[in-house]
T-cell receptor, first 115, second 114 residues
Framework: KAGVTQTPRYLIKTRGQQVTLSCSPISGHRSVSWYQQTPGQGLQFLFEYFSETQRNKGNFPGRFSGRQFSNSRSEMNVSTLELGDSALYLC??????????????FGEGSRLTVL | DQQVKQNSPSLSVQEGRISILNCDYTNSMFDYFLWYKKYPAEGPTFLISISSIKDKNEDGRFTVFLNKSAKHLSLHIVPSQPGDSAVYFCAARGRSGSARQLTFGSGTQLTVLP
């Protein structure tokens, strides 16, 4: 069973640009969550999508957005990039929304560097 | 305001000894707690969890203890092995609605020395 796949794995952008990251969940999983990992801050919750609907949203500015397609694949977009957006962006999938067991399956992440 | 705190960014332990990783939380509405392990260049993987109705859960070499009155949980690894060297994140889940998303701590880098 294939795991969670994130693309691209690494990317470099400059301030002011925008970026789109993609996530394919485990087959059969309908919930996709996005997290930002920075040194010393742990994993900060961005948003969760279930059946193409945003279910939860973390405390991030409107420059961060996402969507989910009918096949459960998800994308997140960051517009007007800032230096502080440099981070590892992790996608996680689970069978249902609300983390009934709490277990998330994470991808390897997309490492974004903003210059 | 960090609701889940891991105050030790790093921990070194000799192989064969016990590793104890600690986590404190402030939100009394958390009802489920988890530990994840992360190797470099990989995503976090689920390790062990505990419900707030229990005070201990054991899985092989890994045991998680929950002290609700102190709002504290700990992960014990016995015996520690070099392959356990990784970053460990604790996470907590709220009871309902948007609070059911996982809130993670900042992580503790465990190094097991051979």
């Amino acid at each position: 069973k294939a795991g969670v796949t994130q693309t691209p794995r690494y990317l470099i952008k400059t301030r002011g640009q925008q970026v789109t990251l993609s996530c394919s969940p485990i087959s059969g999983h309908r919930s996709v969550s996005w997290y930002q990992q920075t040194p010393g801050q742990g994993l900060q919750f961005l948003f969760e999508y279930f059946s193409e609907t945003q279910r939860n949203k973390g405390n991030f500015p409107g420059r961060f957005s996402g969507r989910q397609f009918s096949n459960s694949r998800s994308e997140m977009n960051v517009s007007t990039l800032e230096l502080g957006d440099s981070a590892l962006y992790l996608c996680a999938s689970s069978l249902g929304s609300g983390f009934h067991t709490g277990e998330l399956f994470f991808g390897e992440g997309s490492r974004l560097t903003v210059l | 305001d960090q609701q889940v705190k891991q105050n030790s960014p790093s921990l070194s332990v000799q192989e064969g000894r016990i590793s104890i990783l600690n986590c404190d939380y402030t939100n009394s509405m958390f009802d489920y707690f988890l530990w994840y392990k992360k190797y470099p260049a990989e995503g976090p993987t689920f390790l062990i969890s505990i419900s707030s109705i229990k005070d201990k859960n054991e899985d092989g070499r890994f045991t998680v203890f929950l002290n609700k009155s102190a709002k504290h949980l700990s992960l014990h690894i016995v015996p520690s092995q070099p392959g356990d060297s990784a970053v460990y994140f604790c996470a907590a889940r709220g009871r309902s609605g948007s609070a059911r998303q996982l809130t993670f701590g900042s992580g503790t880098q465990l190094t097991v020395l051979p």
